[in-house]
Structure formats: structure tokens, C-alpha cells
């Protein structure tokens, strides 16, 4: 079953460093999402990304974050200057199309800033 | 966006069917009505859609009475793999983003 896969599983950054989260969406999906979930509270969408471009953000991702599809298969979350409150698991997803349609998640990437 | 409530909490046994209820009382009409299951430390995963009437696949089943201010996800015969968080989600299909709420949290027990 094709899966979508994050790198690293888990990350630990000092406050203020820049990190990037990567990911590696299903191969024919066209429709891409990163999503972050503090630990014991919800599931909180940050960006949607198709055709190269952000579709759609949430509050939460303000001028701090950036995505990009670098090449044909990873997609990208940059955190410019990690603040402690961006501790959380970051889970990418990819679906074959738009809307609150199956979407599949990766196994997520635990960012720790001390 | 639909705001869903779901209960915090359920306990079952092995075996058991599981049915959860999540009310959506000022669904639009263009809103299709998501499931999705998470296990600790792991990503959502997509359980069952629906629009209205039901649905079953090799998973669950989906209830949505008519006025679809409600939903009931349905698991057959429960096993101890079955615990983790379900989340109802309700949003149109036209917009970009999945908006989760606080879930069920599932426990079976043997």
C-alpha cells in the first residue's frame, strides 16, 4: 500500500534555529498538506499546497513558515525560527484530490525545541 | 465550517459493536461528512465518507439520518487493534483543509 513517508521522526532544535521538515507525498497525488498536533490536543491543519502553490493557510502559519516542493517528490515545511510553542508533531499528507476527501498522513515528525 | 460534538470518551469489549454518534446541527448543504481513526503517535488515517443514507466498506459503517444533523460511525466486533481516537469531520468538499476536533477516544478491552 503506497504510504507517505516524513523524515526525521524526530527532531530536536534550539530555539530561534531554522528547521525543515520533509516529506515524501504518495507518488500520483497532486494535493498536498502539512498539518501539526500538540501533544494531547488537536489535529490542527497549517497549509494546503497544489499546483506550486499554497492553497489555502491557517493562523497558525505566519511569515515563520514556508513549504515547497523542491523536485518531483518531497515536499517541504521550513520553520524560520523555531519559538518553544512549535513543540509538536508536524504530519504531512497527500490526497489525489481536493476537500475533505481521503487524505493519507505520514507517521508525523516530532519537533522538540528546547 | 460544520462544528461537530462527539463523545470525549467509550469503553468497549472485544467483539462488540461500537457505535459513535457525532451531532452536526447546522450541516451545510454541500458538507460531506468525514471519519478518521488515530493511534497514538501516528498520523489520521481515513476510516469512511458519506453524504446521506449509508455507507459500508470493509471497515465500518456510516449512518446519516435524513436531516444529516447527525452521523454514526459503526464498528463491528471491535477487537484490542480498534483503540484509538475517531474523529467526526464535516466540511465541503470544495475547501482545502480538514478541521479535526477533540475525537473520541476508544478503549477495548479483552
Known amino acids: 500500500e503506497p504510504e507517505v513517508t516524513q523524515t526525521p521522526s524526530h527532531q530536536v532544535t534550539q530555539m530561534g534555529q531554522e528547521v525543515i521538515l520533509r516529506c515524501v507525498p504518495i507518488?500520483?497525488?497532486?494535493?498536498f498538506y502539512w498539518y501539526r498536533q500538540i501533544l494531547g490536543q488537536k489535529v490542527e491543519f497549517l497549509v494546503s499546497?497544489?499546483?506550486?502553490?499554497?492553497?489555502?493557510k491557517s493562523e497558525i502559519f505566519d511569515d515563520q513558515f514556508s513549504v515547497e516542493r523542491p523536485d518531483g517528490s518531497n515536499f517541504t515545511l521550513k520553520i524560520r525560527s523555531t519559538k518553544l510553542e512549535d513543540s509538536a508533531m508536524y504530519f504531512c499528507?497527500?490526497?489525489?484530490?481536493?476537500?475533505?476527501?481521503?487524505?493519507?498522513f505520514g507517521q508525523g515528525t516530532r519537533l522538540t525545541v528546547v | 465550517l460544520a462544528k461537530t460534538t462527539q463523545p470525549i470518551s467509550m469503553d468497549s469489549y472485544e467483539g462488540q459493536e461500537v457505535n459513535i454518534t457525532c451531532s452536526h446541527n447546522?450541516?451545510?448543504?454541500?458538507?460531506?461528512i468525514t471519519w478518521y481513526q488515530q493511534f497514538p503517535s501516528q498520523g489520521p488515517r481515513f476510516i469512511i465518507q458519506?453524504?446521506?443514507t449509508k455507507v459500508t466498506n470493509e471497515v465500518a459503517s456510516l449512518f446519516i439520518p435524513a436531516d444529516r444533523k447527525s452521523s454514526t460511525l459503526s464498528l463491528p466486533r471491535v477487537s484490542l487493534s480498534d483503540t484509538a481516537v475517531y474523529y467526526c469531520l464535516v466540511g465541503d468538499l470544495r475547501t482545502d483543509k480538514l478541521i479535526f476536533g477533540t475525537g473520541t477516544r476508544l478503549q477495548v478491552f479483552p
Open positions: 507518488s500520483n497525488h497532486l494535493y
Open positions: 458519506g453524504y446521506k
Open positions: 499546497f497544489y499546483n506550486n502553490e499554497i492553497s489555502e
Open positions: 499528507a497527500s490526497s489525489d484530490s481536493r476537500g475533505a476527501t481521503e487524505a493519507f
Open positions: 447546522n450541516i451545510a448543504t454541500n458538507d460531506y
